[in-house]
């Protein structure tokens, strides 16, 4: 049985070994599903609940298919509407109810009001945060790096640029953990009212969208989070567009053996014009399809022990 130390809320306590190990499994997970799509490769039995208490596709997707895929019955909450939390019940006591049931671990998607290291303390399982307000999303940065990693074959002193609303991304802040433990470096392109207060050491920050493209072996364009700016704020979408976003002809400046990637969900037309997912070097959807192996890769450390 894995123990609430198992628990992945951030990256912090991974070593560059764990990481590493983490990709090699994922990725030959993957190859062994494209060997044989329908071979059992079931290891576990019990439950897994997932508790989605904001909207998610693809990270809870990915979630149920690699805990299927590797023998575990996923308990889904999807949102609020039809559990006891429309009647009042608080989430702390849903947790802890449904700890009750007996799920090996937690899969927890929340915002930021929410506080996941608290409820770790009272919990006997561990909790994979899937994505928590804006402090976290270990599992995105995970899969990111392992499909660079796919390429590359590593990832030491590779440079990662990141476009776009970096202030609100919790994908950037996992990132940020990942890079000091695998060794990549980060940089930062965005307008002013989309960059942190504080530029963290180390981050390398361009005054331009070329300049950055120029310097990337991968780019990750970040969706504009329109629900976390104020309206009345001077942000246009229109030069947001017109400075910031990914179209064929900006990325006529990216290296020819480079990397375009999006976490999800884009705005088409803002961040990313259509036409990038015909471009040889976007492996947009090639994220999403790792996170299924690397998720299962994580599970499977989980149970045995190996977090
Ligand atoms: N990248 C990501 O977390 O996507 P979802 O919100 O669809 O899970």
New binding site residues.
Partial sequence: MPSSKSSLITLTNLSAKQVGTLFSKGLELKKKFNQNPIASNHSFKGNAALLFLE??????FSFESACTRAGLHPLLLDGRSGASLEKGESIEDTILNIEALRPLFFVIRCNGDFNLNDIQKKLSVPIING?WGMRG?PT?ALLDAMTIFEKWGDLYQRQILFVGDIKHSR?VSSHLELAKISGYKIGFVAPKNFLPDVIPDGVQLFKNLDEGLQWADAVIALRVQNERHDEKSDFSLADYRENYGLNNKRLMKLKPNSMVMH???INYGVEIESEILADVRSVILKQVENGVFLREALIRDLMNGAL
């Fill in positions: 909207p998610s596709t693809r990270t809870r994505g999303h995105q994908v976490p999800g969900p």
